[in-house]
C-alpha cells in the first residue's frame, strides 16, 4: 500500500476524537503502518495532527526531535502540542498558507511542481548543517536494519516495484553490498512529492515528514523526489528535478537508492 489520502472511512482513536472536540475535520493521509495526517478546523486556523498507532511499534518522538534540530536552518511546520497513550502518539502543528505538490493543484501543473521539488530539495541540503547534524541515514546504517529485517523473514513477501520486477532478495542484497560512495548531505529521508509544500505564487515554501531525516548521500533524496513524480504525475518529469536542482543525473546512484529505498 502506497501512503496516500484515505480510500475508506477512518475510525480515530480516543485521543483523535478528544482533540478534534466536535469541530469539523478531514482525514487528509493514510501511511503504509496505519499512521494518520489530520486537518482540524479550516483556513488560516487550521492545525494538522500527526498520528502513529502504537501496533507500528514506534512513535513521533524521534520525528520530534528531527523537527526541532531542523527549526532552526530550514522552514517546518511549527508544533503546538504533543502527546501519547496506550494507542499511540501525535503531535499537533500549525498549518502553513500552501499546498503540497502531489494537491489537485499542482497535480494539473506537474512541470511546475517538480521544478520546486528540486529547488526545495537543493535549498534544503545547502540549509542543513552536516557536521553539526546528530542523526544518521547513511547507506550502511539503512543496509544493516534491511538485514535484520530479511533475516527474521520480514522481507520474504515483498512485492517488487515495476523498475525492479523479477529482482529477488538475495540479489538485491548483492547489489546493496557494493554501495557507492556518498556524497554526504543532511537527507530529509522521505523527499517524495507530497512533502514539498508550494504556496499560491508556485514556489516551494517548507518540508514535511521529518522522521528519517539524517546524514546521507544527496542521492538518497534525490532518487526517490525523482521516483515519486512518476508515482504522482506520470513519466517525463523525473529530469526537471534534477534540474531545478542542479545536477546531471547519476544512473548508478539513483538504481542504487530506489533499491535501498524499495526494501
Given amino acids: 500500500m502506497l501512503a496516500g489520502p484515505p480510500r475508506s472511512p477512518v475510525t480515530l482513536s480516543t485521543s483523535l476524537t478528544e482533540l478534534v472536540a466536535g469541530r469539523a475535520y478531514e482525514v487528509v493521509w493514510v501511511n503504509q503502518v496505519g499512521g494518520l495526517t489530520l486537518r482540524i478546523g479550516r483556513g488560516p486556523a487550521s492545525m494538522y495532527v500527526k498520528w502513529l498507532p502504537a501496533a507500528s511499534g514506534g512513535d513521533v518522538s524521534g520525528e520530534l526531535e528531527r523537527l526541532a534540530w531542523a527549526s532552526a536552518y530550514t522552514p517546518v511546520p511549527r508544533v503546538l502540542n ?21 494537491s489537485p493543484r499542482w497535480r494539473r501543473s506537474p512541470d511546475a511542481a517538480a ?10 541540503h545547502d540549509a542543513l548543517p552536516r557536521r553539526d547534524c546528530p542523526f544518521d541515514w547513511s547507506a550502511a546504517s539503512r543496509l544493516a536494519e534491511i538485514r535484520a529485517r530479511a533475516a527474521n523473514g520480514e522481507c520474504d513477501e515483498h512485492e517488487w516495484s515495476r523498475e525492479f520486477a523479477g529482482m529477488t532478495l538475495d540479489r538485491a542484497l548483492n547489489e546493496l553490498g557494493r554501495a557507492p560512495d556518498e556524497d554526504l548531505v543532511v537527507c530529509h529521508g522521505d523527499a517524495c512529492a507530497p512533502n514539498t509544500l508550494i504556496d499560491a505564487r508556485g514556489q516551494w515554501v517548507a518540508h514535511l515528514d521529518f522522521d528519517q531525516l539524517g546524514v546521507g548521500d544527496r542521492w538518497a533524496d534525490l532518487a526517490v523526489a525523482s521516483w515519486s513524480t512518476v508515482w504522482n504525475y506520470g513519466p517525463g518529469w523525473e529530469d526537471t528535478v534534477y534540474e531545478a536542482y542542479g545536477v546531471a543525473p547519476d544512473l548508478g546512484k539513483i538504481r542504487y537508492y530506489r533499491l535501498l529505498w524499495e526494501l
Fill in 82 to 102: 504533543r502527546g501519547h497513550d496506550d494507542e499511540g502518539s501525535w503531535f499537533v502543528t500549525e498549518a502553513i498558507d500552501a499546498q503540497n505538490a502531489v
Fill in 115 to 124: 521544478a520546486e521539488i528540486g529547488a526545495g530539495l537543493r535549498a534544503l
